[in-house]
């Protein structure tokens, strides 16, 4: 059933075979289509089973909890289950409690880390699972090599998202980072259950999800249905930035869209959210047991698109965000809003460097969402652009991030490598001295 709205959006001026056709002329001429959500098509996606309105997915997976999330119809009894199959094959009880929002939530203790979990969860009588996740080595741990899906700008409901949608649960992920505006239009809890939950259904029951706010995801109300989708390490109540340990890895993710003095803060130098980001930075560039630090955001600071009112790079982010990033050794920056792909060579202090001697950016925008018509100015800072559908895949290891991007027919249309950067607080090594 679909019950969306049909309503503009802040779509761009249609394009015809890669020529940008701008003003009302060229709307005309091709129709407006481009510039609205398409209706979500439920060909090849399976009904929700009776008593849930969203299917039971993981979140928060730590190397000792997590957590499965669930809504369920109103009244709805409802038990959780789970089980370490390689430990204990008996299935222990969860308790049941509301998360937010009308979301149910259930928590799971005393994992064992770098395992196999399973878990069952029964609404109504109807009973979804068993799903297997994998519990995040123990925090400094090196381990096997760390796959992560990235994606953003993802919740159409078009034919391009359902069909990247199944190209990523072909595949086995550690865990997943959104690059925000998950749920188009307007965030509503509709548009989570419909756009987001309903579509990646495989994917969600068994990766943990870690989201980047994005514009589009707290229009409806405030971000009521976005706070009681997910759930995250709050570093204070009601913030919707946080950073988390997996192996060796530190995560961050920056709310550059909610209107709070927060985030306002990250573009005017000022703010609980920009000390709070430095002070995550800062004490990841001195871990030792810390190799990585990747951050994800929706609104970019690099970005080659140019046409587009209230798109392209973020000015006043790039001011305040990037030294820090590269003060304290960022590897990798990813963001989104914009509806393309690009990558950039490593870069410090606006210049190219060599591999190792700066973070490396990567927009990916192109998880469903209509494409912008839109130029891409090729700089000498651009490793690639591309206007296409894609997710990313990161594979993180010892020595080298190894990227791949995947288009909606499953074709590699990027690879790359990044290889550590370790910031300039300790002097840079003599490689990146210029
Ligand atoms: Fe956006």
């Not at 003003?23 to 005309?28: E, L, N, P, T």
């Not at 994606?151 to 359902?162: R, V």
């Not at 305040?320 to 410090?348: K, M, Q, S």
Request: hydrophobic share 35%; proline share 6%.
């Amino acid at each position: 059933m679909n019950r969306f709205r049909q309503r503009g959006s802040e779509c761009g001026p249609a394009v015809s075979s890669g020529r940008l056709v701008r003003g009302v002329v060229g709307a005309a001429v091709l129709g407006l289509a481009a510039c609205y959500p398409a209706p979500v098509d439920p060909v090849g996606l399976p009904p929700t089973p009776p008593s849930f309105v969203r299917v039971p997915y993981v979140q928060q997976v730590t190397d000792s909890s997590a957590s499965a999330l669930w809504m369920s119809q109103p009244g709805s009894v409802d038990t959780a289950w789970y089980r370490v199959p390689e430990v204990d094959s008996t299935w222990t009880r969860a308790v049941v409690a509301d998360h937010r929002y009308g979301t149910r939530r259930a928590d799971f203790g005393s994992l064992p880390a770098a395992s196999t979990v399973e878990y069952v969860v029964s609404a109504g009588g109807t009973r979804a699972g068993p799903h297997p996740f994998r519990t995040a080595p123990s925090e400094g741990t090196a381990g096997e090599d760390v796959r992560v899906l990235l994606f953003g700008d993802s919740g159409w409901g078009g034919p391009a998202q359902l069909e990247l949608a199944r190209q990523m649960q072909r595949d086995d992920w550690d865990l997943s980072i959104h690059v925000g505006d998950i749920a188009y239009n307007d965030g509503s809890e509709e548009d989570f259950t419909e756009r987001h939950f309903r579509v990646y259904v495989p994917t969600l029951a068994s990766t943990p999800f870690y989201p980047a706010v994005g514009n589009h995801d707290i229009r409806a109300d405030g971000g009521q249905s976005y706070d009681g989708a997910f759930l995250w390490p709050e570093p204070f109540p009601g913030a919707r930035y946080f950073a988390f340990r997996w192996g060796r890895i530190q995560f961050v993710s920056i709310d550059t869209s909610s209107m709070t003095d927060d985030v306002d803060g990250l573009r005017n130098g000022t703010g609980r959210q920009l000390d709070w980001l430095r002070g995550v930075l800062r004490e990841a560039s001195a871990d030792s047991a810390v190799d990585w630090i990747i951050t994800f955001q929706h609104h970019p600071m690099y970005s080659h698109a140019v046409g587009i009112s209230g798109h392209g790079l973020d000015r006043s982010l790039r001011a305040n965000l990037l030294p820090l990033f590269e003060r304290y050794g960022v590897d990798l920056v990813t963001a989104g809003h914009d509806h393309h792909y690009e990558r950039t060579w490593p870069i410090r202090d606006g210049r190219r460097v060599d591999d190792g001697c700066g973070p490396v950016h990567v927009l990916s925008g192109g998880g469903g969402a209509s494409r912008y018509a839109r130029d891409i100015t090729n700089t000498t800072l651009l490793a690639t652009a591309q206007r296409v559908y894609q997710y990313v895949e990161l594979t993180v290891g010892a020595d080298r991030i190894q990227g791949r991007t995947i288009d909606r027919g499953g074709q590699v249309v990027d690879e790359f490598s990044v290889r550590r950067y370790d910031g300039t607080t300790e002097g840079l090594p003599g490689r990146c001295s210029r």
